[in-house]
């Protein structure tokens, strides 16, 4: 027995096909898709085309609907090796950059929640301070002792050569060792000496953002008027007296 209606599939297709139909060309093809033309520089010239050829395919270009001559997409050129190696540098210089100031900005805020006067702030650095600076004046004993006991190891080889003697082999191993370890205490003395100034900057940085977040100096960039506000904001206004004659 035959149904006396079509399915409700078979409806929906034969109620999408005239549509389906009406976007089709005259020739039975699906409509193109938009042209579009490619402009690049290549050689110092301008250069447009419909196509995009194989070497330009690396080239910075533009791309602009023919139909209306409006710029539609933009593509960069191919990077190079050593410039994708750049890039990813200064990407992770940026994201170092960014955790820095993340890694500040927290210190700031638990720097003002845990110190209620710049006294227990400084208290901090006392211990550093002193570990840094014990450091610099050990290095500097070394470096004065290790020196004069190098001349004094010079004067006594210089002495036997004088008198026609030979300098040991044990005595040209001293003079050596005791070279290279004051050629080493005078890097570590350098070094120390730099971690030292460093510290001072530190601690000086630290200390006036401490001063600004509490309000006591103003903010960099404020007026010098602010900063008067910031550093006695209760301060009374006083009143000024006329001279008298």
Not at 9 to 31: E, F, M, T, Y
Request: with cysteine; charged share 30%; aromatic share 4%.
């Amino acid at each position: 027995m035959r149904p006396n209606h079509l399915p409700w599939l078979a409806v929906a297709l034969l109620a999408l096909a005239p549509a389906a139909l009406a976007q089709r060309s005259s020739s039975g093809k699906a409509p193109a898709q938009p042209k579009k033309l490619y402009c690049w520089n290549q050689d110092g010239q301008r250069v447009c085309s419909d196509a995009l050829p194989p070497e330009a395919i690396n080239y910075a270009r533009e791309e602009i609907s023919a139909k209306s001559g409006l710029r539609t997409g933009e593509v960069d050129r191919v990077l190079t090796e050593e410039e994708r190696a750049v890039a990813a540098v200064e990407a992770a210089q940026r994201a170092l950059d960014k955790a820095a100031a993340e890694m500040r900005r927290r210190t700031d805020e638990a720097m003002l929640m845990s110190y209620r006067n710049e006294e227990e702030l400084r208290r901090v650095f006392t211990e550093r301070t002193a570990l840094v600076d014990n450091n610099v004046q050990t290095a500097r004993y070394n470096v004065v002792s290790l020196r004069e006991g190098l001349v004094s190891l010079l004067r006594a080889a210089g002495d036997r050569e004088l008198s026609g003697q030979a300098v040991s082999s044990e005595m040209r191993g001293n003079i050596r060792l005791r070279h290279a370890e004051l050629l080493r205490q005078r890097q570590l003395q350098a070094s120390f000496e730099t971690q030292r100034a460093d510290l001072d900057v530190e601690i000086a940085d630290i200390l006036r953002r401490y001063r600004t977040m509490k309000g006591l100096i103003a903010p960099e960039g404020a007026t010098p008027a602010d900063g008067a506000a910031a550093a006695a904001p209760d301060a009374p206004a006083v009143a000024s007296t006329p001279n008298r004659q």
